[in-house]
């Protein structure tokens, strides 16, 4: 992965001569023929903070997948790092995944291991450390999240906000670049949020991080954001930083923002039960 700017990414640049680390131009995804995503084209730079938002049905999840690069588009280009994982070898497929650390809503930790193994076992699938150094590694993972001592437990002995955190601990295992949320808040009361939504501004000041987060939690991604957008019916319909986001004038936005229903028989309310 070159130094060198993409020529994708030079009409990209930011205001200072910043590239984006993540690129997404004119993407589309269809399953069949239901477009999920249109058209879509969103960049996130370097050490920033990017809020992903939109109502169940949106794209939110179709986007995030593809931002992972677990899954190749319809048509247009994802550069993450100047490769394009929408035409890129598995090689360097591989390489980019690398780079990237994935906080799962569900926690995903795998039962029948301890907390300390499931934080390890990037390091064994994809390292040649010695034991001894993943041991040292896992423990360091565990503190940076708050769980000091909890290498020895199992998931089933975790609360809910203590899985969320030994998930951020795995997910930093490989030390990435660009760490990922999928609903970090989801299921955990206010107050086990919101020591989540501290623990990954702490993360982006410690460790100079790209964020990318998804939620549905207006008051955390007002919180953590550097900038936010909307996703509606596959298309991005504002982009901006939380104080513009606010402000904007889009209907859909303002109706997510004021929290009001759709009307039954709408549009909007059809478009998620595909009628």
């Known amino acids: 992965m070159s130094k060198e700017v993409h020529p994708a990414l030079r009409k990209r640049l930011r205001a200072?001569?910043?590239a984006p680390l993540i690129s997404v131009q004119d993407l589309v995804v269809r399953y069949g023929d239901k477009e999920v995503l249109k058209s879509v084209n969103l960049d996130i730079y370097p050490g920033e903070t990017m809020v992903i938002l939109g109502?169940?049905?949106?794209g939110k999840s179709t986007l995030l997948r593809h931002l992972e690069a677990l899954a190749r588009p319809t048509s247009g280009h994802i550069y993450i790092k100047g490769v394009d994982v929408?035409?890129?070898?598995?090689e360097e497929l591989q390489r980019v995944r690398r780079i990237m650390g994935v906080s799962f809503q569900s926690a995903a930790m795998f039962n029948s291991m301890t907390v300390g193994d499931n934080v390890a076992l990037p390091l064994r699938e994809h390292t040649k450390l010695a034991e001894p150094t993943i041991k040292l590694m896992t423990q360091m993972k565990l503190s940076q999240v708050g769980l000091e001592g909890a290498e020895n437990l199992f998931p089933a002995q975790?609360?809910?906000g203590m899985k969320k955190r030994a998930s951020?601990?795995?997910a930093l295992a490989m030390d990435p670049e660009i760490l990922v949320f999928d609903e970090p808040s989801a299921g955990l009361d206010p107050i086990i949020g919101?020591?989540?939504d501290q623990l990954i501004l702490h993360l982006k000041q410690a460790f100079k991080m790209t964020i990318v987060v998804v939620t549905h939690e207006m008051a955390s991604a007002f919180l953590i954001a550097d900038r936010m957008c909307m996703l509606h019916q596959g298309k991005i319909i504002a982009i901006g930083t939380v104080e513009e986001i606010k402000r904007h004038e889009h209907p859909r936005v303002r109706q997510f923002l004021q929290r009001?229903?759709?009307e039954p028989g709408s549009a909007d309310a059809n478009y998620l039960t595909g009628l």
């Open 86 to 90: 929408a035409t890129c070898t598995n």
């Open 194 to 196: 919101a020591g989540i």
């Open 158 to 160: 975790l609360s809910g």
């Open 168 to 170: 951020v601990a795995r």
């Open 260 to 262: 009001i229903p759709d």
């Open 16 to 18: 200072d001569g910043v």
């Open 55 to 58: 109502a169940s049905g949106s």
